[in-house]
T-cell receptor
Framework: DAKTTQPNSMESNEEEPVHLPCNHSTISGTDYIHWYRQLPSQGPEYVIHGLTSNVNNRMASLAIAEDRKSSTLILHRATLRDAAVYYCILRDRNQGGKLIFGQGTELSVKP | NAGVMQNPRHLVRRRGQEARLRCSPM?????VYWYRQLPEEGLKFMVY????????ESGMPKERFSAEFPKEGPSILRIQQVVRGDSAAYFCASSLDRGNEQFFGPGTRLTVL
């Protein structure tokens, strides 16, 4: 699986938008971009995934660069409950299976 | 529809004992994954099972660790002769198919004294 690069940590203010970047310059044409998050003392939780087009769901939006070498997870209005470690993961659509977690971005949200 | 269930949530063992961790996947899910998170470290894949079969065990330590997912009942991760370095949070996840999103359980926190 190709590698991803994320900032170690980010800070946000409550009720403001948050843009979490991810670089994946060696992404292949069959890799989906997945985002998971892990709240303190909990198991990871699926957030969103996409291939080429931008994606929206009730939790977040995923903006994918035209060349697919980077993507951004967007939380439209951060809440204190969004404080977590966010993981950007590439997953080959022909293989699936295991998730390979990197270090992720630890997001803190200030009231 | 209950989520992924893991038990026990906390497990304390002395060095040399056996630890058995159980995972009940979401209803209808036949794909199960085990991950380990050592203190202050990231999540590492251990093993992927699909009903009675081990599909990928590339992350499993070669000795003392084994996993199964029988036709009936939960998936079991078994650690024999535990050592202090086995102390970690063990997470189980399940999915409908191998390419689908994975749903994680709350984890079992193993402490080896």
């Amino acid at each position: 699986d190709a590698k991803t690069t994320q900032p170690n940590s980010m800070e946000s203010n409550e009720e403001e938008p948050v843009h979490l970047p991810c670089n994946h310059s060696t992404i292949s044409g069959t890799d989906y971009i997945h985002w998971y998050r892990q709240l303190p003392s909990q198991g990871p939780e699926y957030v969103i995934h996409g291939l080429t087009s931008n994606v929206n769901n009730r939790m977040a939006s995923l903006a994918i660069a035209e060349d697919r070498k980077s993507s951004t997870l967007i939380l439209h209005r951060a809440t204190l409950r969004d404080a977590a470690v966010y993981y950007c993961i590439l997953r080959d659509r022909n293989q699936g299976g295991k998730l390979i977690f990197g270090q992720g971005t630890e997001l803190s949200v200030k009231p | 529809n209950a989520g992924v269930m893991q038990n026990p949530r906390h497990l304390v063992r002395r060095r040399g004992q056996e630890a058995r961790l159980r995972c009940s996947p979401m209803k209808g899910h036949s794909h199960v994954y085990w991950y380990r998170q050592l203190p202050e470290e990231g999540l590492k894949f251990m093993v992927y099972l699909q009903k009675e079969n081990i599909i990928d065990e590339s992350g499993m330590p070669k000795e003392r660790f084994s996993a199964e997912f029988p036709k009936e009942g939960p998936s079991i991760l078994r650690i024999q002769q535990v050592v202090r370095g086995d102390s970690a949070a063990y997470f189980c996840a399940s999915s409908l198919d191998r390419g689908n999103e994975q749903f994680f359980g709350p984890g079992t926190r193993l402490t080896v004294l």
